[in-house]
């Protein structure tokens, strides 16, 4: 079966840093994008970060451009979210995603399969 799994959240203070894990079992990264979504109560989801499973092509949203870098490595299947200089309006469940994918470029805004979404939480 098709399963992503997301770890690694938590409650972490304005500035600081945590990092996101999405496992992937049952299918390969390879042709595949991976995007990270995130969701706060009210608000609508916002795809935050994406790439692709050759790990060649990366997007991210204006929001987290510059602090959040996404990775992948491949031998393990998982994908990673690196989130810096942490702000409160980060909070949010913070979920994975896969699409299917037929150029090396990632999609920021589509999913096919989830996972259960870790939540973020950023507060002093």
């Known amino acids: 079966q098709l399963q992503l799994v997301e770890s690694g959240g938590g409650l972490v203070q304005p500035g600081g840093s945590l990092r996101l894990s999405c496992a992937a079992s049952?299918?390969?990264?390879?042709?595949?994008?991976i995007g990270w979504f995130r969701q706060a109560p009210g608000k609508e989801r916002e795809g935050v970060s994406c790439i692709s499973g050759s790990g060649g092509s990366t997007k991210y949203a204006d929001s987290v451009k510059g602090r959040f870098t996404i990775s992948i490595d491949n031998a393990k299947n998982t994908v990673y979210l690196q989130m810096n200089s942490l702000k409160p309006e980060d909070t949010a469940i913070y979920y994975c995603?896969?699409?299917?994918?037929?150029?090396?470029?990632?999609?920021?805004?589509?999913?096919?399969?989830w996972g259960q979404g870790t939540q973020v939480t950023v507060s002093s």
């Open positions: 995603a896969a699409y299917r994918i037929f150029f090396n470029i990632c999609v920021l805004s589509k999913g096919n399969y």
């Open positions: 049952g299918f390969t990264l390879d042709g595949y994008s």
